[in-house]
């Protein structure tokens, strides 16, 4: 149903609800400040970036998005892509990008493919989450422990390398912040989680800096002034050049996007017991990333972290992600000249902590002992991430996953041969239980299991080749057969003349509509011949008998 939660929540609203949505809004919106703020700093755009972004884009993915709870804003999830995409293209063709990312959302949504998740193997989603977490580390090294680089490598090996070659260079003072910040976040008293620990070390690293005046970087000394209010709206002019140009790593964000707010509404649906409207979902995070473009933003998504949060500090409706976008600009608006004095190490302690907890590090280890075909496509998308790109990464589990699917498929036994007896099932011939008909002499009975596909098709020769002896009668026992395509139709008919060649009789029983429908459209059913087309086993063994009492 393409309607957003917001209006069907709004229906009975009481004040208890909205001040119960109020408070979890609230506290989310100091939650995402530090994450926003570093979120864009690892994606090579200026702080400022990321509080447009949770504003903007938070407040839509809550007033239009499919889900009560959700909370939108940046994520880590994009930080290697728009890393990389802001090295390659710039930060225009990123705004853009994201504008487009935005409309394939919308058009993804209004498709209803909202069940995307459904057709994303685990395998995959946790590779590519894992290969995240690694680049996300990486990106926080020169800042965690103060390098003196200028530019870090955009490549995961290259910038290992410089790491190294200027791991001389640490500030002191800088790791030492950046170890507070982890620590305060690992041990914070449960008592106080309303309270965040990153929100405390933020302040507390930040009362050290200035306090002491600490010779390591700041988000001022680096970014300089940060703005006090939301800019105006720009619209990016667009022609088709730009669009082929910047189609793939749109297309990524797109279903990244997907992905990762899908899953956050899956997660939020068991804590709640609710459900979702995931092309509803699909249209507010499109509408949401066009206006986060708008603005100057970059991409957003569902924030599985921040929407946990919400629900357990009692938000229940779309009201509280409202809320919590409201809370961040007044923030900014009002207290925005002290984020300046936010040390950068702190913000790489945030992020080191966020990328472990990404790492799905216990997930990854217990897929390692699964199936081989599953382990394959885990460390393929888990590397390939880090060392070319997610897009690729993303496309080359796809497409594996695919593959090991087909090739487990083939690997199952789909015809079975039988010569001698064969059990009738009460629900074919309406009696009332099952019995058993002795096949006779010179009849064969092939009983197909499962869709006759591509990856099947050519055991139908091969089950032909294995037989020595050949019968006089096939029957072909298609009840367990839901579907057929253009391979296995193709193999169908070419068993059928090698039948026809042999001198053997084709008959076939209990079609379903789906492979009826297809061997009608290409003439097989008349080849075979309507009275050689039967409902149930019983009528086509009489068929079959009167074939062999005329030979």
């Known amino acids: 149903m393409l309607y957003p939660k917001l209006f069907t929540t709004l229906k009975g609203y009481t004040k208890e609800q909205f001040l119960s949505d109020s408070i979890a809004g609230i506290i989310v919106g100091i939650v995402a400040i530090p994450l926003a703020i570093a979120f864009a700093i690892a994606s090579g755009l200026s702080p400022e970036k990321g509080l447009f972004t949770a504003i903007i884009g938070g407040f839509l993915i809550s007033?239009?998005?499919?889900s009560r709870v959700q909370i939108g804003g940046p994520t880590g999830a994009f930080v290697i892509i728009v890393y990389a995409m802001v090295q390659k293209y710039g930060v225009d063709a990123l705004v853009v990008a994201t504008l487009m990312a935005g409309c394939i959302l919308v058009v993804m949504g209004f498709a209803g493919f909202g069940t995307i998740i459904k057709f994303i193997p685990y395998s995959v989603v946790v590779g590519f989450t894992s290969g995240i977490a690694v680049v996300i580390f990486s990106s926080q090294v020169k800042d965690f422990f103060g390098l003196a680089i200028d530019k870090v490598p955009a490549e995961f090996i290259e910038k290992l390398r410089v790491f190294f070659e200027f791991f001389g260079t640490v500030n002191l003072y800088a790791l030492a912040l950046a170890l507070v910040t982890v620590l305060l976040i690992a041990i914070w008293p449960r008592r106080l989680r309303k309270v965040p620990g990153s929100l405390f070390a933020l302040l507390l690293t930040s009362l050290l800096v200035k306090l002491f005046h600490l010779p390591v970087e700041t988000i001022g000394s680096r970014f300089g002034e940060l703005p006090h209010t939301l800019p105006l709206p720009k619209f990016h002019p667009m022609d088709i050049k730009t669009i082929q140009h910047l189609f793939q790593p749109a297309f990524?964000?797109?279903?990244?996007?997907?992905?990762?707010?899908?899953l956050s509404c899956v997660v939020s649906d068991g804590m709640i017991g609710g459900k979702h409207r995931s092309n509803m979902e699909l249209i507010g995070q499109g509408a949401a990333n066009i206006g986060s473009a708008i603005f100057g933003g970059m991409p957003a998504t569902g924030a599985i972290a921040r929407t946990v949060t919400n629900i357990k500090n009692g938000g229940r409706t779309p009201v509280a992600g409202m809320m919590h976008a409201v809370t961040i600009l007044i923030i900014m608006l009002f207290l925005g000249r002290w984020i300046k004095l936010v040390p950068l190490a702190c913000l790489a302690g945030i992020l080191v902590v966020v990328a472990y907890h990404m790492s799905e590090w216990r997930s990854f280890r217990d897929l390692l002992k699964g199936p081989r075909g599953d382990v394959v496509v885990l460390l393929a998308t888990f590397l390939v991430t880090i060392f070319i790109d997610l897009t690729a990464a993303i496309q080359l589990g796809a497409v594996l996953s695919a593959f090991i699917f087909m090739k487990r498929m083939s690997d199952v036994p789909h015809i079975k041969v039988i010569a001698k007896e064969i059990e009738e099932d009460a629900r074919e011939i309406d009696l009332p239980i099952n019995y058993k008909a002795a096949i006779p002499k010179g009849v064969e009975i092939y009983e197909i299991n499962g869709p006759l596909f591509f990856g099947v098709a050519n055991q139908l020769d091969e089950t032909d080749r294995i037989i020595g002896e050949k019968p006089l009668v096939?029957?072909?026992?298609?009840?367990?057969?839901?579907l057929i395509?253009?391979?296995g139709l193709r193999a169908l008919t070419n068993f059928y003349h090698k039948c026809k060649k042999s001198g053997i009789q084709l008959i076939i029983t209990g079609l379903h509509i789906q492979p009826l429908n297809e061997m009608v459209k290409s003439n097989l059913y008349d080849l075979i011949g309507e009275d050689n087309v039967f409902s149930n086993m019983n009528d086509a063994l009489t068929r079959a008998?009167?074939?062999l009492a005329k030979k």
């Not at 007033?63 to 499919?66: H, I, N, P, T, Y």
């Not at 990524?252 to 899908?262: F, K, N, P, Q, R």
């Open 485 to 487: 395509d253009s391979t």
């Open 545 to 547: 008998r009167e074939f």
């Open 63 to 66: 007033a239009l998005g499919g």
């Open 474 to 482: 096939r029957i072909l026992r298609f009840r367990d057969v839901p």
């Open 252 to 262: 990524t964000i797109a279903v990244l996007g997907a992905i990762e707010s899908l």
